[in-house]
């Protein structure tokens, strides 16, 4: 019998996608034969799986699931090339049962989960298994969770936001501070918390707008830490308008309800992503191009 090496294993999971302990079954039952061990995944898996391993997945869905007495939750997304995928109801029940699983294990990072149990399997061979059989690349892309002495709300727009709140206070505060978080995408809780690479951007994008003024420098800098401020509180949520009542700030609603929000997670379907565009013409070019 061919020894089998963990070099071949990897060469063979790189060739095809699939889980490491299915290359190296193939590996053995192919005698350590890679061209028959790659024939005998694509015969079991399906050839889509090693195809599709390659494209990009800016598409997808936001799964989200919190413990029945609401002290333990998560957010995950996960991804897929098309939307007409990720409305795929196999797609959708894997990415509501990881997102459970991230609640109940929590698993250290996205190779942690990948590795974890999953029906007779890993939520890897899962994955891969899914692949096969829907013939588009799936990515596990990030994963939050959560777990409080107060308690957690959530709420998911059409699949593509999805936002889990800590916070202590009645419960239908809680559904309305996530979707007003969902519709006003606040980067921090309060002014502190916005990233200083975020505030140092909106500083850049202000000095130059007001050096076009013509003012003297210190009217300047006036004008600029202006702009700064009012990027701030746009962007931290307590000083946000509330949506359902915008006389009022979260601040002011979540003082007047005697509650309080401890933190947020906001997770948007492929956000930060580079989407591949189709340059058809320049395809067509290429092509003409290589048949000459």
């Given at each position: 019998m061919a020894d089998i090496t963990a070099a071949m294993v990897k060469a063979l999971r790189e060739k095809t996608d699939a889980p490491m302990m299915e290359c190296k079954k193939a590996l053995t039952e192919a005698q350590g034969e890679m061209a028959r061990a790659e024939e005998i995944l694509r015969v079991k898996l399906g050839s889509k799986a090693s195809k599709a391993a390659s494209r990009v997945t800016a598409e997808g869905l936001i799964g989200l699931y919190i413990s029945p007495d609401a002290k333990q939750g998560a957010v995950i997304e996960i991804n897929c090339e098309t939307d007409f995928v990720a409305k795929n109801d196999d797609f959708v029940k894997f990415v509501n049962d990881l997102a459970q699983q991230v609640a109940e294990q929590a698993p250290a990072d996205v190779a942690a989960l990948s590795a974890s149990p999953m029906g007779s399997g890993t939520v890897e061979s899962v994955r891969s298994e899914l692949v096969g059989k829907i013939g588009e690349n799936i990515a596990i892309r990030r994963f939050e969770r959560m777990e409080t002495a107060n308690v957690l709300s959530s709420y998911v727009h059409s699949g593509k936001i999805g936002v889990l709140v800590n916070f202590a206070g009645d419960a239908d505060l809680g559904k309305d501070l996530?979707?007003?978080?969902?519709?006003?995408?606040?980067?921090?809780?309060?002014?502190?918390?916005?990233?200083?690479?975020?505030?140092?951007?909106?500083?850049?994008?202000?000095?130059?707008?007001?050096?076009?003024?013509?003012?003297?420098?210190?009217?300047?800098?006036?004008?600029?830490?202006?702009?700064?401020?009012?990027?701030?509180?746009?962007?931290?949520?307590?000083?946000?308008?509330?949506?359902?009542?915008?006389k009022q700030t979260v601040a002011q609603i979540l003082k007047d309800k005697n509650a309080s929000i401890a933190d947020f997670k906001l997770f948007v379907v492929g956000e930060g992503i580079e989407k591949k565009t189709a340059d058809f013409a320049a395809e067509v070019a290429a092509a003409a191009a290589g048949n000459d």
């Open positions: 996530a979707m007003h978080i969902a519709a006003t995408k606040p980067k921090a809780i309060d002014e502190s918390g916005v990233p200083e690479a975020d505030k140092e951007a909106e500083r850049s994008v202000a000095r130059q707008k007001a050096a076009e003024s013509g003012k003297t420098p210190e009217i300047v800098e006036k004008m600029v830490e202006g702009s700064v401020q009012k990027f701030l509180k746009e962007v931290a949520l307590l000083s946000q308008p509330f949506v359902k009542n915008d």
